[in-house]
């Protein structure tokens, strides 16, 4: 597991079984939830990064941005976060600003095959191949109030109820 260096700071902090946690990164948040949760949190309280591919089997994650922004490292040169068939990740900032951003033109931001909610007050936006990339017949992505800049479903469904989506961004391919 690669983290972000050790800074001293607040960077992020995970709510567990009602127990709250603070890390110095992003990364450390994410890999302190445990095997055996089934909810978590995860509270942005500045800007951080993804350092490594998370591939997410099995927890239902709530990621606020809270007005910050989520980076993906330049060197990921793959899919930043898989939202694997048994996740259920739900994206919001509770304060106005929350985004993430890849400038790395690499693969996707998020590859979905789960579960996934991205709500108001966030914008996703990349420099590669889309920011959300529905991958598997099981997957379903829910957008509300979200601005996204590319989106892909090449299985699993998308609902948009409400965002800032063109239709040249969305995209639909074939199984």
């Given at each position: 597991m690669k983290y972000e260096e050790e800074t001293g700071e607040q960077v992020a902090e995970l709510t567990v079984n009602g127990t709250t946690t603070v890390y110095?990164?992003?990364?450390?948040?994410?890999?302190?939830?445990?095997?055996?949760?089934d909810t978590a949190?995860?509270?942005?309280?500045?800007?951080?990064?993804?350092?490594?591919?998370?591939?997410?089997?099995?927890?239902?994650?709530?990621?606020?941005l809270?007005?910050?922004?989520?980076?993906?490292?330049?060197?990921?040169?793959?899919?930043?976060?898989?939202?694997?068939?048994?996740?259920?990740?739900?994206?919001?900032?509770?304060?106005p600003g929350g985004e993430i951003r890849d400038t790395r033109?690499?693969?996707n931001i998020l590859l979905n095959s789960g579960k996934l909610t991205i709500k108001e007050n966030v914008e996703m936006s990349?420099?590669?191949?889309?920011?959300?990339?529905?991958?598997?017949?099981?997957?379903?992505?829910?957008?509300?109030?979200?601005?996204?800049?590319?989106?892909?479903?090449d299985a699993g469904a998308v609902n948009i109820a409400s965002g800032d989506i063109s239709m040249e961004s969305l995209k639909v391919g074939y199984l």
């Open positions: 110095g990164s992003f990364m450390e948040a994410y890999y302190n939830i445990g095997s055996n949760t949190t995860i509270r942005l309280l500045e800007d951080s990064e993804v350092t490594a591919r998370i591939d997410d089997k099995k927890h239902t994650v709530v990621l606020d809270n007005g910050k922004t989520l980076s993906i490292d330049k060197n990921i040169t793959t899919n930043a976060i898989w939202v694997e068939r048994n996740s259920d990740w739900t994206i919001c900032s509770s304060e033109s690499e693969h990349t420099e590669g191949y889309n920011s959300v990339y529905g991958y598997s017949e099981s997957g379903t992505a829910y957008i509300e109030g979200a601005v996204i800049d590319k989106i892909f479903i």
